[in-house]
């Protein structure tokens, strides 16, 4: 599928719900009173260092969306905050895709590494990063939610 990346602003935030909803991520911590928005209006107002973007298929449609925290990582590798594939479109390349161009911009921006981390719980997606080149460099416990783990994850991009 030929996909194009779309800025998304503080406007587009609502829109970020549907497409996490149907995914262990959203049943953990996005379905009580905390929502995906919510996670996602913390990156904003913008101050330069929170990013939104949404893959766009040639029908326009919002196939995933992911939240890119600059420097988010010690102040020094970009971190990716969330990525979310919406569920009619998973399975399909779309979320590799996405981590490509989350990639290229650390390379545009002379980064050494990529970062990002993944509960414990979601098995699949750890796999999903492991097979695009991530390495688990530790594992926090207790890190957003009590009893809830957090493996750390670099990818070397040079
Ligand atoms: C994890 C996720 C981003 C992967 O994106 P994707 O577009 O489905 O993935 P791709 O098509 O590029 O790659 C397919 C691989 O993703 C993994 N995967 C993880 N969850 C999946 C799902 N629900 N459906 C299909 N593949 C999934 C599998 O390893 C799959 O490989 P396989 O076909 O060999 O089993 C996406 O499935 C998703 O949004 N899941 C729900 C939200 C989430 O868990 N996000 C990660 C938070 S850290």
Same mark, same amino acid.
């Given at each position: 599928?030929?996909?194009?990346?779309? /800025?998304? #602003?503080?406007?587009?935030?609502?829109?970020?719900? !549907?497409?996490?909803?149907?995914?262990? *991520?959203?049943?953990?911590?996005?379905?009580?009173?905390?929502?995906?928005? $919510? #996670?996602?209006?913390?990156?904003?107002?913008?101050?330069?260092?929170?990013?939104?973007?949404?893959?766009?298929?040639?029908?326009?449609?919002?196939?995933? *969306?992911?939240?890119?925290?600059?420097?988010?990582?010690?102040?020094?590798?970009? #971190?990716? &905050?969330?990525?979310?594939?919406?569920?009619?479109?998973?399975? /399909?390349?779309?979320?590799?895709?996405?981590?490509? /161009?989350?990639? /290229?911009?650390?390379?545009?921006?002379?980064?050494?590494? &990529?970062?990002?981390?993944?509960? $414990?719980?979601?098995?699949? &997606?750890?796999?999903?990063?492991?097979?695009?080149?991530?390495?688990?460099?530790?594992?926090?416990?207790? &890190?957003?939610?009590?009893?809830?783990? !957090?493996?750390?994850?670099?990818?070397? *991009?040079?």
């Amino acid at each position: 599928m030929e996909l194009h990346l779309k /800025q998304g #602003y503080y406007k587009d935030i609502r829109a970020c719900d !549907e497409i996490a909803r149907g995914s262990v *991520l959203h049943e953990r911590y996005f379905s009580g009173s905390y929502r995906t928005e $919510d #996670y996602i209006r913390s990156y904003f107002p913008d101050d330069g260092r929170g990013r939104l973007y949404f893959a766009m298929t040639p029908r326009d449609e919002k196939a995933g *969306l992911m939240v890119i925290s600059r420097n988010g990582f010690t102040n020094e590798f970009h #971190y990716l &905050a969330l990525l979310c594939v919406k569920n009619e479109f998973r399975g /399909q390349g779309v979320g590799a895709w996405m981590l490509k /161009q989350f990639e /290229q911009m650390g390379r545009e921006d002379g980064k050494r590494k &990529a970062s990002l981390t993944v509960s $414990d719980f979601n098995v699949r &997606a750890f796999e999903f990063y492991k097979k695009n080149g991530y390495y688990e460099v530790g594992m926090i416990p207790d &890190a957003l939610v009590d009893g809830i783990g !957090e493996h750390l994850m670099l990818k070397d *991009l040079t």
